[in-house]
């Protein structure tokens, strides 16, 4: 295996532990360029199944269980047994959206409460790998917590720069419990990345630019259609931020095709929040250029992002599914929200993004009514309960709206 530029024009090559952040010809963004998987699919599906009756740390991780698709060669791995998480129904859910088949495939439901735990464990093996002795990110909150657990698993530092007073409390103490180097940056997200690449001065960068985290993160979609018995949904719903998801999701559809692994490829619908929505704002105008966003604004404060580093890649993705890019207001976000806690499920609110989304796809008939969907709810409800005690306080009086 090696890195790669992601710019297929470009395609230069490095050393697969290269540390470079950017391609040295071209500057785009790197990728992991997996070796061709030659075990049959049949096989690949029997082994990745018995692995779950193991206790090997190894296979316990629902990451490195699909390691024949993962950068490899590491003789200890840094894990908390993430991944391995519930496709669930969502019936209540589905009924207020008007669709049939709904699940949510609930990512929130890993060690530290988002996916991002699905990306550290390679990003932070990797780290060691290269003999780093510390980590870092810039953060809406769950990189942060994520990066600061499993570094603190690896007896690294961890440095996470904040938007000063935008980060959920919740998030922010979990980065403080695993013992985290707090900077709190005045501005956005965007300034913080863009401060923290600014004084790396030998951190190992963990944002997810970095490679190696989303090779981790693409194994979602790998447990997701083991789910599904390798049928694969009709439309995969996924929230869009920085874009690294929509990036990594991609990735692992191509590698599945090209492995035989898989016949047809769900459309991705990527959604944003309206006061964050550069990638939407770029999918509506055709632009081929991302304009980035100044003061991006929206309550679902993880996808607060007016510059998103990964979205040549996430454009990609879409395109290559046939699938598109929306945006819904704060206010669905909201009543989505509410719907999934209904549900007995719950969420943070920018993984409510994906229902808000479907919901209005239904009422426009753009989605037929028994497609089979999947939505990813990327955050744990306990992630911003700040928000969910504001926004029940504000529904009173109105909480005879919702269906019993
Ligand atoms: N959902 C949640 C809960 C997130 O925390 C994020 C990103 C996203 C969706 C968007 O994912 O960036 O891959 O498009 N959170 C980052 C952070 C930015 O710092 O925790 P993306």
């Not at 990451?63 to 840094?78: A, D, K, N």
């Not at 990003?123 to 990066?147: I, R």
């Not at 985290?180 to 913080?192: I, K, L, N, P, T």
């Not at 819904?328 to 808000?356: F, H, N, Q, W, Y």
Request: with cysteine; hydrophobic share 45%; glycine share 8%.
């Amino acid at each position: 295996m090696h890195l790669r530029c992601s710019n297929p024009e470009c395609a230069a090559t490095l050393d697969l532990h290269d540390r470079a952040l950017a391609c040295p010809a071209c500057a785009d963004l790197l990728e992991v360029a997996v070796d061709r998987v030659v075990t049959a699919p049949g096989d690949l599906k029997r082994m990745w199944l018995q692995r779950r009756s193991s206790y090997a740390p190894l296979d316990a991780s629902g990451v490195w269980r699909f390691r024949e698709f993962l950068p490899g060669g590491y003789s200890e791995i840094v894990t908390l047994a993430e991944g391995n998480t519930p496709l669930v129904r969502g019936k209540r859910a589905a009924e207020w959206a008007g669709v049939h088949h709904l699940s949510f495939k609930h990512l929130g439901w890993n060690p530290t409460g988002c996916f991002k735990d699905l990306g550290m464990t390679v990003g932070v093996t990797e780290a060691c790998f290269v003999g780093a002795k510390a980590v870092g990110c810039a953060s809406t909150g769950n990189t942060a917590a994520s990066l600061a657990a499993y570094a603190g698993r690896a007896g690294l530092t961890a440095k996470v720069y904040l938007p000063a007073g935008q980060v959920s409390q919740n998030k922010l103490a979990q980065a403080l419990d695993f013992g985290a180097e707090v900077v709190q940056v005045d501005g956005s997200f965007d300034r913080a990345l863009d401060q923290l690449l600014h004084t790396l001065d030998g951190t190992y960068f963990l944002n997810s630019i970095n490679p190696f985290r989303l090779e981790g993160q693409k194994t979602a979609m790998f447990e997701m259609l083991e789910q599904l018995e390798w049928q694969a949904p009709d439309y995969v719903i996924v929230p869009g931020g920085n874009l690294g998801n929509t990036s990594a999701f991609g990735k692992a559809f191509v590698e599945l095709q090209a492995a035989g692994l898989l016949e047809k490829v769900p459309r991705f619908v990527v959604v944003q929040a309206e006061g964050a929505n550069p990638f939407a704002r770029m999918w509506r105008s055709g632009s081929r250029n991302l304009e980035a966003m100044e003061n991006p604004e929206t309550a679902a404060t993880a996808i607060r992002i007016g510059k998103p580093r990964s979205w040549k890649k996430a454009m990609r993705a879409v395109r290559n599914t046939n699938g598109f890019v929306m945006d819904v207001t704060d206010e669905e976000i909201a009543e989505a929200k509410a719907m999934i806690g209904r549900d007995g499920i719950g969420c943070e609110p920018a993984s409510a993004t994906t229902l808000a989304a479907l919901r209005k796809l239904s009422a426009q008939g753009r989605i037929d009514r028994d497609a089979v969907i999947v939505a990813i709810l990327t955050g744990h409800a306990l992630k911003d309960t700040d928000f969910i005690i504001k926004s029940q306080q504000l529904r009173e009086g109105c909480a005879s709206e919702l269906p019993a």
